[in-house]
């Protein structure tokens, strides 16, 4: 099955330096992908929808200049923490959607990347 | 806006034995799709069963199915012969079908699945 590899698994950083996650689809095309946050025992939160190309939507409440998404190719989406502080630290998944005709099957997930900021 | 609920934040069940999680939804649209998936410790989030809205047969998969009551907005799982591997956090997520969609998922709030041995 499409694979979704997510790099790093793991991040500790200072407060105050920037943090750069990256989220590639292995074997297909994903002109979309979308970014989550999840904090201990609670659920996903969507912070962003992806798109190949332009700009990302956010969701309300996420700070665009804080988040930073770029999604320059159809196989790598990256998200970039900037200035991280201890609140920031948390879970992010990426996911990556296939095509519109074939949106109805698996939303493929990456392994998360599980940020510590100091 | 779409919103799933998630009521039962944690539930146990005895190894071999059949366990229910509940969903509901709400909803607006007529065309969509539902899904559980299971985030074990691992955290990897791992898909257990999907539903298309105009299937008025309820999925099943080994020993997950589903009961999707579409005018109530309900969509739970049952697990039949839990296995200790069963044991994770479960996730309803609902995902719009029509063309202008983006293809996200909106997830309930989890239910904690305990497996007794």
């Known amino acids: 099955g499409a694979v979704v590899s997510q790099h790093p698994s793991w991040v500790i950083c200072k407060s105050g330096t920037s943090v750069k996650i990256e989220c590639r689809s292995l074997?297909?095309?994903?002109?979309?992908m979308f970014w989550y946050r999840q904090f201990p025992k609670q659920s996903l939160m969507l912070m962003a929808t992806?798109?190949?190309?332009?700009?990302?939507?956010?969701e309300q409440g996420v700070e665009k200049d804080k988040f930073l998404i770029n999604h320059a190719s159809l196989t790598l989406s990256t998200l970039t923490v900037t200035s991280a502080h201890p609140e920031d630290s948390s879970f992010y998944i990426c996911?990556?959607?296939?095509?519109?005709?074939?949106?109805?099957?698996?939303?493929?997930f990456g392994s998360g990347t599980q940020l510590s900021v100091l | 806006a779409q919103t799933v609920t998630q009521s039962q934040p944690e539930m146990s069940v005895q190894e071999a034995e059949t366990v229910t999680l509940s969903c509901t939804y709400d909803?607006?649209?007529?065309?969509?799709?539902l899904f559980w998936y299971k985030q074990p410790p691992s955290r990897q989030m791992i898909l257990v069963i999907r539903?298309?809205?105009?299937?008025?047969q309820n999925a099943t998969e080994n020993r997950f199915s589903v009961n999707f009551q579409k005018a109530a907005k309900s969509f739970s799982l049952k697990i039949s012969d839990s296995q200790l591997g069963d044991a994770a956090m479960y996730f309803c997520?609902?995902?719009?079908?029509?063309?202008?969609?983006?293809?996200?998922?909106?997830f309930g709030q989890g239910t904690t699945l305990q497996v007794k041995p």
């Open positions: 996911s990556a959607s296939p095509p519109p005709d074939k949106r109805g099957e698996k939303l493929f």
């Open positions: 909803t607006s649209e007529s065309d969509y799709y």
């Open positions: 997520a609902y995902r719009s079908r029509g063309s202008s969609n983006t293809g996200k998922l909106i």
């Open positions: 992806s798109n190949e190309g332009s700009k990302a939507t956010y």
């Open positions: 074997d297909f095309q994903a002109t979309t």
């Open positions: 539903q298309e809205a105009y299937k008025q």
